[in-house]
């Protein structure tokens, strides 16, 4: 299942801001086929790094490159295109907008269905049996007609994933998909991340240290900006660094 | 799912109510002129056309532009100077004011949309400020006295546009294809990517949306169907002045949205006819127009912020979502 071939590697990474070095020399680099979580205490830098690798933040120093092509100059939206897709941390749906919609939205750029504004609305009605599928796979088909916003916040991460999903992306970057969510829903998104990962790269920043070693296959720790470990999780758990970095809130 | 049914079974009524409404309105226009000063008619659908232009951009998009006037008045001018002094027929002449109120779209959008917020609208401003100096000083435009006795000629050649009612009925005309043109944009596929991008910039480009095309494409379509408002007006009043270009005109259409209702389709034309309403009869009063519509722009904002046609809509669905 995992090759060795990495799909996304980073050199270098540093993100300063007036002074302050959120991100600082960071070389990471994610394997095609794998699930590799980022961890790391609060205001570690994680989010910063995912910015930098969806373009939404541009670097100070350092490279990216993602299936040999170099990306570090490149805009965001044209990140996307390549097929690395990311999810926020704040949940980043369209609230006013049907759960179909959302998923629709997303189904549009792909099928040549974005810029047409001399047709109907039922033009779309084409993308309905795919997004009902994506919608069905992470479990809100009987929501499919409520505008997102009133969707509880594990339903709406579950609808930022079928969104994301819809592209088709080759690798995912999910901004702790599990935040705020309870027990249930945890095991839900699990299964599913599983799922996705098994012909997708996922590159994941996650809390939950239960999840991380349930599902990742690589973890990078990250703190104070800085990579300290990297490797698979009974190794970089048991690395007296990372205890400490961590501890009080470390895992057991 | 009891919530999800309610939405569905409110949409078909929504929808029957609309279409009736929508109905009884263009009747009313119909019979309009035979009860009401046609020329009052034909400048509150000019300007009803021109909000509901403008309402594309801030209500559909998000985008306050502060500087429309640019493409009403220059539309005008177009317009004037191409039946004036080229000697177009009346039609063509419009459609050129359009056409240049697009490229003139072009230019401000693609200078402004770089920019997010008060600093877009800035921008805007200033742009149509320089515009109105232009205006002031080329020579085509005539200055202070701009372009007059614009003829109205005859309508591709055989309608003549000298009897108000046939004047009325074209203007009526272009105001309902300007308006299916506005409906059929919001609700089309390009129309939803421009909900997606209001409703959450960063997560439309997260999902591959190159988002300043989108928005320039929003920006000429508004300025476009501005210019068709502008072009109307000038063949209708038979001139075309500085006054369509000046920031006060800008902030007149902004106040037309508002008070009618942001985001809804028909709210800016009600907002354009009550402003104008307002303005025509109580010009002959004493009591002074900007004072009252200030007053009631102060009401709206306080009282009901979703406009006249938004709290209007607000009404039937919540009424719907209850009865079901």
Redesign the interface.
Do not use: C
């Given at each position: 299942m995992a090759s060795t071939q990495p799909i996304l590697s980073a050199t270098g990474l540093t993100m300063e801001f007036r002074g302050f070095v959120a991100v600082k020399n960071v070389t990471l680099s994610v394997d095609e086929g794998t699930i590799h979580a980022l961890i790391g205490p609060n205001g570690a830098g994680k989010t910063t790094v995912f910015n930098l690798l969806?373009k939404?933040l541009t670097p100070t120093r350092g490279q990216i490159v993602y299936r040999g092509a170099d990306i570090t100059a490149m805009?965001?939206?044209?990140v996307?295109?390549l097929g690395l897709?990311?999810?926020?941390q704040i949940s980043?749906?369209?609230?006013?907008?049907t759960v179909l919609?959302n998923v629709?939205?997303?189904l549009?750029?792909p099928s040549n269905?974005?810029?047409?504004?001399?047709?109907?609305?039922s033009?779309?009605s084409g993308l309905d049996d795919r997004a009902m599928e994506l919608i069905e796979a992470v479990g809100l088909r009987?929501?499919?007609?409520?505008?997102a916003v009133?969707l509880s916040y594990g339903r709406k991460r579950a609808l930022e994933i079928a969104?994301t999903l819809a592209?088709d992306p080759a690798m995912l970057l999910l901004d702790e998909p599990m935040a705020g969510m309870g027990h249930e829903d945890i095991g839900r998104i699990s299964d599913l991340i599983r799922r996705i990962a098994q012909n997708r790269t996922v590159l994941m920043v996650e809390h939950n240290l239960n999840v991380v070693s349930d599902l990742c296959d690589r973890v990078t720790v990250l703190a104070r900006g800085e990579i300290l470990a990297d490797g698979s999780y009974d190794a970089v758990s048991a690395d007296p660094r990372v205890r400490e970095a961590y501890m009080g809130t470390e895992h057991e | 799912?009891t919530?999800?049914t309610q939405?569905?079974s409110a949409q078909p009524k929504l929808r029957a109510t609309t279409t009736v409404l929508g109905a009884i309105a263009i009747a009313a226009l119909l019979v309009a002129p035979f009860v009401v000063y046609p020329i009052f008619l034909m400048s509150v659908l000019c300007f009803a056309l021109f909000a509901c232009a403008f309402n594309l951009l801030i209500g559909y998009v998000g985008l306050l532009s502060f500087g429309h006037a640019t493409f009403f008045g220059g539309a005008a001018y177009f317009t004037a100077h191409a039946v004036k002094v080229w000697g177009w027929e009346p039609l063509s002449g419009i459609l050129l004011g359009a056409a240049g109120a697009a490229a003139l779209g072009f230019v401000v959008g693609f200078l402004a949309i770089r920019r997010q917020g008060i600093y877009f609208a800035m921008i805007t401003l200033a742009l149509g400020q320089m515009f109105a100096f232009i205006c002031l000083q080329v020579p085509f435009t005539h200055g202070e006295d701009g372009i007059q006795g614009v003829p109205r000629g005859h309508l591709l050649g055989f309608i003549d546009l000298n009897e108000p009612l046939a004047m009325y009925y074209v203007t009526l005309a272009i105001f309902l294809f300007g308006f299916f043109a506005i409906w059929?944009?919001v609700?089309?596929?390009?129309?939803?990517?421009l909900?997606?991008i209001r409703?959450?910039e960063?997560?439309?480009?997260?999902?591959?949306?190159?988002?300043d095309r989108?928005k320039l494409?929003a920006f000429v379509?508004s300025a476009a169907l501005a210019g068709l408002a502008g072009g109307t007006k000038a063949i209708v009043f038979q001139f075309a002045t500085l006054t369509d270009v000046q920031w006060q005109m800008s902030g007149e259409v902004i106040l037309m949205t508002l008070l009618g209702g942001i985001g809804t389709l028909v709210g800016p034309a009600i907002g354009a006819g009550l402003v104008l309403a307002l303005q025509n009869y109580l010009a002959a009063s004493d009591f002074p127009v900007t004072v009252l519509i200030g007053i009631i722009f102060v009401v709206c904002v306080l009282l009901f912020r979703r406009g006249i046609a938004g709290e209007v809509m607000e009404f039937f669905k919540t009424r719907f979502n209850r009865s079901t």
């Open positions: 969806t939404f805009k965001p939206a044209e996307a295109r897709v990311r999810s926020f980043a749906v369209f609230p006013h907008l919609d629709r939205i997303a549009q750029r269905l974005a810029t047409q504004f001399w047709r109907p609305l033009a779309l009987a929501y499919a007609h409520l505008p009133e969104t592209l | 799912m919530v999800e939405y569905l059929r944009i609700n089309s596929p390009f129309g939803n990517i909900k997606a409703e959450n960063r997560r439309a480009v997260s999902l591959g949306y190159r988002v989108y494409g379509m």
